[in-house]
């Protein structure tokens, strides 16, 4: 099983930044890609950006170009880099992750607890 954890929201202004971390750990043997979701009270959770190992990236039209998601695989951590934020991102974010168990073993798919990003006008 894998453990998402993540940290580094908080309350910042508009046009603020702020750096997310989500670390797995637990016992599997790859994570084929991580994500980044988000959702704010009253709606529906939505993408906000995904990557690879191999670091492939894509982003909702909503965050291209404020947002960055990384990867360190060998700390089995990704990371999003939100810059220019705008009240419209405040929100909870979910980190998720597709794992593959075993060396032979089959694909799962992981949430985290999520973290408050609070953007103030």
């Known amino acids: 099983q894998v453990q998402l954890v993540e940290s580094g929201g908080g309350l910042v202004q508009a046009g603020g930044s702020l750096r997310l971390s989500c670390a797995a750990s637990g016992s599997f043997f790859s994570i084929n890609a991580m994500g980044w979701y988000r959702q704010a009270p009253g709606k529906q959770r939505e993408l906000v950006a995904t990557?690879?190992?191999?670091?492939?990236?894509n982003y909702a039209d909503s965050v291209k170009g404020r947002f960055t998601i990384s990867r360190d695989n060998a700390k089995n951590t990704v990371y999003l880099q939100m810059n220019s934020l705008k009240p419209e991102d405040t929100a909870v974010y979910y980190c998720?992750?597709?794992?593959?168990?075993?060396?032979?073993?089959?694909?799962?798919?992981?949430w985290g607890q999520g973290t408050q990003v609070a953007v103030s006008s």
């Open positions: 998720d992750a597709y794992v593959q168990t075993t060396r032979w073993g089959t694909i799962i798919h992981s």
């Open positions: 990557s690879t190992s191999g670091g492939i990236t």
